[in-house]
């Protein structure tokens, strides 16, 4: 199986090199390659990861004009990693929030499942160094989407997860109109109402230790209105 991680960044300096190294270090019933996709960071994250290309073959950078939004960066790596053959894709944070010791397990459970989502909130699953408040507004959000969306996953909005090439045989992605991270949630929506059969895999968020969150609360906002959005539309 070949397996791309597609991670989106900005201002990541800090954990970028350290992420590519711990990702490229396990153990994984797949050849990989990292792609990453750089929103033109002003502190040289891009650059950084043009060196570290240069000592490992399995990364490169897809460097973007400025910053265009983490659905957008999405898009634009998995499209990439589809058309360099992947059979899996996952995506991932570059903050050390998702640690890469969770690959193995999602990459496996692609055998059972065309979306495999690392969740914090199934047995074995939880989160370390969030705020209360980002606790519940993370908890608050999902349940508003179990609840109006009918999904059946505790995590929609869990950005650490591994979709198979079904999934974009199904799902034309430049009909995925979301950005920002209502896009996490928008694939979850789509990939159910496709009948794409999804899984989900327990994982220990840990809030970044280095560099800036890059939530905010218009992206929050965003979110919600997002899923009402979803409640109405129909692909």
């Known amino acids: ?52 290309s240069k000592l490992h073959q399995e990364i490169s950078c ?29 995506g991932m944070d570059a903050d050390f929030s998702h640690s890469p010791k969770y690959l193995p397990a999602l990459l496996a459970g692609t055998a059972h499942a065309d979306l495999v989502i690392g969740s914090r909130y199934i047995k074995g699953g939880g989160q370390k160094g969030c705020s209360l408040g980002r606790r519940i507004l993370s908890r608050g959000a999902n349940a508003l989407a179990r609840l109006l969306l ?16 079904a999934v974009f045989d199904r799902i034309d992605l430049s009909t995925v109109r979301s950005d920002g991270y209502s896009f996490l949630v928008e694939m979850v929506v789509r990939c159910r109402r496709a009948g794409l059969t999804i899984r989900e895999v327990p994982i220990i968020f840990e809030n970044r230790t280095r560099g800036a969150s890059k939530i905010s609360r218009r992206e929050v906002w965003h979110g919600m209105m997002t899923i009402l959005h979803l409640l109405f539309r129909r692909f």
């Open 1 to 52: 199986m070949r397996a791309a991680i597609v991670i989106p960044t900005y201002n990541e300096k800090e954990n970028i090199i350290p992420l590519l190294r711990s990702i490229l270090s396990q153990k994984v019933a797949a050849a990989l390659e990292i792609i990453v996709v750089d929103d033109n960071s002003p502190d040289g994250t891009g650059l950084l990861i043009d060196e570290e």
């Open 62 to 90: 897809i460097h973007r004009k400025g910053k265009l939004g983490l659905g957008s960066a999405y898009r634009e790596g998995f499209r990439t990693a589809l058309s360099r053959g992947a059979d899996a894709i996952v």
């Open 150 to 165: 009918a999904l059946p996953t505790r995590d929609a909005t869990s950005g650490f997860r591994c979709y198979t090439r």
